[in-house]
């Protein structure tokens, strides 16, 4: 009897785009700080998750409601 090998589904949604920034020297001894800490070791994955989690929040807090703050405290 064979053994059937799993296949790990591939993702469609390729990462083609390609982001580079810089930082200071105090900016990434805190980051490297961080990484070290908290036994990170994929820092790409690490700061994908950080920038988008951001990104995500921002967009609900900006998301429009059909009453204002105030109306909705009453």
Known sequence: MKKQ???IP???????HRVSFLMNDEEY?????HLSRYKITNRSNWYRKIILTHVVK??????PTLFN?????R
Request: neutral net charge.
């Open 10 to 16: 591939q993702s469609k949604s390729t990462r083609a």
């Open 69 to 73: 703050e105030n109306e909705m405290r």
């Open 29 to 33: 001894q805190a980051v490297v700080r």
């Open 5 to 7: 090998q799993k296949t």
């Open 58 to 63: 921002v967009m609900e807090d900006d998301y």
